[in-house]
Every structure is written in structure tokens, then in C-alpha cells.
């Protein structure tokens, strides 16, 4: 199947080079597209918070870099410090310096949103924790109690008003800055099949609804996973997450909408780069290696002087 004429693309859609950071924040897919974008020598900032599902606490955390308001929600498991808006991979050893770690992140968040022209989302579900205490749904439960939460499928309505504001402020602050949306292509099995469904259901609903607004669009990961591959040798092993065949066919339409035909060159460039650089030497202190290595690094740095922006 020839994706790219099964998906031709939009009229109009962003335009990604390498001279502007690219931010992306969102479920794992999300990083999976982050990696990519790095080894094709763009500037990426990806998931400062870690990985984060729900539509309810990006959009928060978006909103409180925006505004500088940021009321700390910490929580301790033995004598770790995690705090519910963020994934488990942020973490300190106290609470001061959690919320100094926290700070930093929000702050690098903003810097490169002063200088991005691109922003990507991907939404993973729509079912959220809600965290009894102070009724907001939480990025990760953190192995705490499960009566602390109740397990919602946050109404449409709810997750649209939040993203509306935040995407108003988004648009004040940086009238430039265009958002794509994706919805992740993971089956999130342990909710239930039928759940799954519903909750993409309610993704795709709402990602239409904020595609009418200027300057947001919508890229189909999910589409393209679930609907056009639609074959399990696109899957891992446990049949609900994407495997590297499948994130590399999402990743040539990706390029096919959003790269200039002299990005796409310069990918290509850099691509074949990064595979010499990756090359194992089967000998490596033979002369044969020397040379080859000597070859490599004339070639990399011959690029690099021609395309100084390319972040290697």
C-alpha cells in the first residue's frame, strides 16, 4: 500500500525546517515521533514531564508555564518525592527539590516556546484519574491508593473548554505558533476494547472540534496505524503498541506533509550520516577502519560547516 497517495495531505499545513525548535509533548507515540525528529538532526524538546495521556493535564501544564503559576502538587511515596502533574520519571529526594527540578523544566518549556513555530500533541486516552482531594485529573496515579481516585471518561465538553483556553493563551502569547494534534495509535487494552474504543471515540471527536480554530491542526497517526496498515505485523509482540515498522511508515507520511522538498534533502543527508557514524567496524584498529572513520568525519563535519543549524 502507497500511504502517501492514500494520504496526500491537506492544502495547508505547517511547514517544519530545521531552524526552529520543535516541542511535542504527550503519550509515548509522541516520543517515538521526537525520536525520529532527532536523529534527522532537528532541535526537539520532548515530554519535559515525561509521558502524559490525558488531553486535561497537558493542556494544565501548557497553561501554568503560560502564566507562571504553579501551585505544586507533591506527593511522597516512601522517601520519594513525585508530583501528580508530572510522569514518574520526574522525581527528587525532597520536596524543595522537586519543586526547584519542576521550576527548571517549566522555564526551558517556555524558552523554546519563544522560539518554536510548531507545537505537537498527541492525546492518548480520555480516560482520567481524578484525584479525590482536589478533583483534578493527575498525569500518573504513582502507585498510590486507589480510593484516592476516581477513574473517569472525561466528557467532551470538559476536555474541549480546557484546551480552548489554553490554545487562546497559546495564540496571544504567540500568534506565529501553529499546534498539531494526533491522537495515539496504542490500544490501551487494560481499559477494555470497547472502552478503548470509546475513548479514542472522544479524542478524534475533540481534535475536530479544535482543528476549527486558526492555526490547529491535525496529523492521522491514529488513522494510519489502526485503519490503513491495519495488520498485527505493525504491532509488538503484546498487539496494542506500535512496532518500529509501523512508526516508520507514520513517520514517511509525516515528512511527506510537513518537510520542504530541501528538508527532506537535508534529512536524507543527515540519515546517512548518522548510519555511518552507526557502523559497526569489524576491526576496528585495522587501516581499513582508520580510513572509513577518517571518511566519516570529513563528511560530517563538511555537512555541519554547509548546515550549521543541524543539531547533531
Known amino acids: 500500500m502507497n500511504l502517501l497517495n492514500e494520504l496526500p495531505g491537506p492544502d495547508h499545513q505547517p511547514v517544519i525546517d530545521h531552524h526552529a525548535p520543535i516541542l511535542l509533548l504527550g503519550s509515548c507515540f509522541s516520543s517515538n515521533i521526537a525520536k ?14 515525561g509521558v502524559i495521556f490525558h488531553p486535561e493535564p497537558i493542556a494544565r501544564f501548557i497553561r501554568e508555564c ?6 505544586e502538587r507533591i506527593v511522597q511515596r516512601e522517601d520519594v518525592f513525585l508530583s501528580w502533574d508530572a510522569s514518574s520519571e520526574v522525581y527528587a529526594m525532597s520536596e524543595e527539590q522537586l519543586k526547584t527540578d519542576l521550576a527548571a ?7 523554546q516556546l519563544e522560539k518554536a513555530k510548531v507545537l505537537i500533541v498527541t492525546l492518548g486516552s480520555a480516560h482520567g484519574y481524578r484525584l479525590k482531594l482536589t478533583g483534578e485529573i493527575v498525569t500518573n496515579c504513582h502507585k498510590a491508593s486507589k480510593t ?5 471518561l472525561i466528557p467532551i465538553e470538559e476536555m474541549e473548554s480546557s484546551w480552548s483556553e489554553t490554545l487562546q493563551l497559546l495564540k496571544t502569547a504567540y500568534p506565529e505558533l501553529e499546534v498539531i494534534f494526533t491522537v495515539s495509535p496504542v490500544r490501551y487494552s487494560r ?8 475513548s479514542k471515540a472522544r479524542l478524534l471527536q475533540l481534535t475536530e472540534l479544535l482543528e476549527q480554530k486558526e492555526g490547529i491542526f491535525y496529523f492521522p497517526a ?4 489502526n485503519d490503513l496498515l491495519r495488520d498485527y505485523r505493525y504491532f ?14 507514520v513517520w514517511e507520511v509525516f515528512r511527506s506533509w510537513y518537510f520542504t522538498a530541501e528538508t527532506q534533502k537535508l534529512v536524507k543527508e543527515t540519515e546517512a550520516l548518522r548510519q555511518m557514524e552507526q557502523h559497526r567496524l569489524l576491526f576496528p584498529e585495522s587501516a581499513a577502519s582508520e580510513r572509513f572513520l577518517e571518511n566519516f568525519h570529513k563528511k560530517r ?5 554547509l548546515h550549521s543549524y543541524i543539531n547533531w
Open 36 to 49: 525520529e525528529l532527532a536523529n534527522s538532526g532537528f532541535h526537539v524538546l520532548s515530554n519535559p514531564f
Open 66 to 71: 503560560l502564566q507562571e503559576i504553579f501551585p
Open 105 to 111: 523544566i517549566r522555564a526551558e518549556f517556555r524558552s
Open 148 to 152: 484516592a481516585f476516581s477513574k473517569e
Open 191 to 198: 481499559d477494555g476494547w470497547v472502552e478503548n474504543n470509546r
Open 222 to 225: 491514529y488513522e494510519i496505524v
Open 236 to 249: 509488538e509482540k503484546d498487539g496494542v503498541h506500535p512496532n518500529s515498522l509501523a512508526i516508520e511508515q
Open 301 to 305: 563535519e563538511s555537512f555541519l560547516s
